[in-house]
């Protein structure tokens, strides 16, 4: 694949897979069981956002951006404002996957990196988009502004093979 650097430790790659089989699983998630559960943060933080693990279909689908050991697959989701807070993840590197059609730039629900004490940086959940990331690297999803709308991302936590 041909990764961007966005700073370090931080890439991205644009359209990875057939647009219209990632539409058919973006629509399949979209439509699939969600369950109000999940957490970022740190401990005592209650910022929740909807949560569903994938099936085998799509852990099969989305596990063609790595060669690593994936050790947890699920979607994750978030309703207009929904934000998560500051966190790092499990593993050693995080692959997010932007699969919805509809979104847009201007519907916000970015992910922010921080990249130290005082900066960050976002990138926006752009249609066919994969960031992959070092798992320690602080990170957060941004309210989406869009009404009505619900933000949609794959996340494969996955160890270095």
Not at 48 to 60: T, V
Request: glycine share 6%.
């Amino acid at each position: 694949m041909n990764w961007k650097t966005l700073v370090q430790d931080v890439f991205y790659t644009d359209n990875v897979f057939d647009k219209d089989k990632l539409a058919q699983n973006w629509y399949d998630i979209f439509h699939g069981k969600w369950e109000y559960k999940n957490m970022s943060g740190n401990a005592g933080d209650f910022n929740r956002f909807w949560l569903q693990e994938l099936s085998e279909k799509h852990k099969d689908f989305f596990k063609v951006v790595t060669d690593n050991t994936i050790i947890r697959s699920y979607a994750n989701g978030q309703t207009l404002t929904q934000y998560s807070s500051f966190h790092a993840d499990d593993g050693d590197w995080t692959y997010l996957i932007y699969c919805d059609p509809h979104w847009t730039q201007e519907d916000g629900g970015g992910t922010e990196f921080k990249i130290d004490d005082n900066n960050t940086v976002v990138i926006y959940p752009i249609y066919n988009r994969v960031v992959k990331f070092r798992a320690g690297i602080s990170h957060r999803a941004l309210p989406n502004i869009k009404q009505g709308s619900f933000r949609v991302t794959v996340a494969l936590k996955t160890n270095e093979s």
